[in-house]
């Protein structure tokens, strides 16, 4: 395609426009319909209307594939599966088992504000303190 015939093509009718407007419309009118009229022109002096036109080569042949291509389906469905497992396998970690009764009892009782855990040597008097409030206000 002759991308200074499409230019001039868009530059002609665009004048057409901008003349019309000028009679029906008025001067400001016109104005903004010479400045459209212009920029066709300038996309192909610049070869702006060639990135253009291949842009749009290239989203056409991907959506055309996308649409058209069994192995593009297929691909869509295996990302569809991968995300199922990843999934999955979150919601599995998340569950744990049940805990024995006697270590229950043993965790359910509150704790000392000043007294750290046996299982948590790291935690100094003021997070055991803090841990405390927010295990009172049912925050944990």
Not at 20 to 35: E, M, Q, S
Not at 38 to 47: H, I, N
Not at 61 to 79: A, C, M, Q
């Amino acid at each position: 395609m002759s991308w200074g015939a499409l230019a001039l093509a868009l530059t002609t009718l665009g004048g057409i426009y901008t003349w019309w407007a000028l009679r029906h419309r008025g001067f400001a009118a016109a104005v903004r319909g010479a400045g459209l009229t212009l920029l066709p022109l300038a996309a192909w002096m610049t070869g702006l209307l060639q990135v253009f036109g291949s842009v749009t080569n290239a989203f056409v042949h991907f959506f055309t594939r996308l649409v058209f291509s069994p192995v593009v389906w297929l691909g869509i469905v295996v990302f569809v599966v991968a995300f199922v497992l990843i999934g999955a396998s979150r919601a599995v970690s998340s569950r744990r088992a049940p805990e024995p009764k006697a270590r229950r009892r043993r965790t359910d009782q509150p704790k000392a504000v000043g007294q750290t855990a046996k299982s948590d040597p790291l935690i100094d008097d003021e997070m055991a303190e803090i841990q405390a409030i927010l295990k009172r206000r049912g925050i944990s």
